[in-house]
């Protein structure tokens, strides 16, 4: 499957391009390419004036924006000029901050390479650096007008990174299309093998259903103000264990996972969420190699990330919880439940 999607999100088109070889770096136009050293790795040359950061969180600051726009400064580059990041979450995220400053908003284009930014990052619109020793504190909400899509990064992607983005995907299905979620139960198996990785028509389908969930949601609430904000299942306990354990030991996608099954959980004990579904859901994260607990991480430390967030949040933090599947909603958890749940996700 090739070809292009057009989405409208708050008034801005996002054109989402579909291509099973690696695209191509266009080096004609106004552009500016921002790649980390590991995606640099990727192409044989790269275009001329491009920006190499550092891989890893640390780029995503201050630092990282001035040197985008340096770069883009020494360039001669105007409003029409177009930023392009090759790169996962970290690139996609600051490159789009970049551009959205940049002369008041210039051209935005983005080449996910990871799973989780394909399916992620790249789409809906938010930008974000890391601030105050929080991630994504500093942000704007500026779609890109193209993101490539292109599984051809994926053959060489480590499981667990791959399996990071899978975890994202089982998410969006467990949110809004019923049939994608039965073909991941259907073939859980498979896709741990690595074979998948290389089956380009596979992920691009996959891929496209999964955007095509979340244009849904973004579309009805670009700016997060009522159901965007489901798109954050599993992420309230999953960011409580990603930020105890230093963002290091977990995956953004293991912590999701980990996170969507406590959501669950707390669902069920309040006898809101369907049994056989949160069964099925645990199912299907542990046929993929998702731990349903975790160990060597006290319940505590995880307790006290949630509620630093909280508090960085002005206490405006709800749980997404699910009453089936497809079927979501946000609600305020007592204390004593939240602490409940998060022991019982610990060996
Ligand atoms: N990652 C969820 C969102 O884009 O809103």
Redesign the pocket.
């Known amino acids: 499957m090739t070809g292009t999607d057009i989405f409208s999100i708050d008034g801005r088109e996002s054109h989402v391009v579909y291509t099973e070889g690696l695209p191509a770096l266009d080096e004609s136009g106004e552009s500016l390419y921002v790649f980390d050293r590991n995606t640099a790795a990727l192409f044989s040359r790269l275009p001329e004036g491009s920006v190499v950061l550092e891989p890893g969180e640390q780029s995503k600051s201050w630092t990282g924006v001035e040197s985008i726009l340096k770069a883009a400064f020494a360039r001669g580059m105007s409003r029409d000029s177009v930023f392009i990041a090759a790169g996962g979450g970290m690139i996609c995220d600051i490159t789009a901050f970049a551009a959205s400053v940049f002369m008041r908003g210039a051209g935005l284009r983005l080449i996910p390479t990871s799973l989780l930014s394909m399916v992620?990052?790249s789409f809906?619109g938010?930008t974000a650096i890391n601030f105050g020793g929080y991630k994504n504190l500093v942000g704007t909400f500026y779609p890109a007008g193209t993101i490539t899509i292109s599984p051809a990064f994926l053959t060489s992607l480590p499981l667990r990174e791959f399996l990071s983005g899978l975890a994202e995907i089982v998410k969006y299905a467990m949110l809004g299309d019923a049939s994608l979620y039965e073909s991941l139960r259907e073939k859980a198996a498979a896709l741990t093998r690595a074979e998948c990785r290389g089956d380009a028509g596979f992920l691009l389908d996959v891929i496209r259903r999964t955007l095509l969930i979340?244009a849904r949601?973004?579309g009805e609430d670009p700016t997060?103000k009522g159901v965007?904000a489901y798109?954050?299942l599993g992420h309230t306990f999953g960011h409580g264990l990603e930020a105890a354990t230093g963002f290091e030991r977990f995956t953004h996608g293991e912590a999701v996972a980990w996170g969507t099954l406590r959501a669950l959980d707390a669902g069920r004990e309040l006898g809101i969420t369907g049994r056989d579904y949160a069964a099925g859901a645990a199912r299907l994260f542990t046929e993929l190699g998702f731990p349903a607990k975790v160990s060597g991480v006290p319940a505590a430390e995880i307790l006290r990330a949630m509620e630093k967030d909280k508090k960085k949040r002005l206490g405006r933090v709800k749980f997404v919880l699910q009453r089936n599947l497809c079927d979501t909603f946000c609600e305020n958890l007592e204390q004593a439940l939240v602490q409940k749940i998060v022991e019982r996700g610990i060996v």
Do not use: H
């Open positions: 992620d990052a809906g938010k979340k949601f973004v997060e965007r798109l954050n």
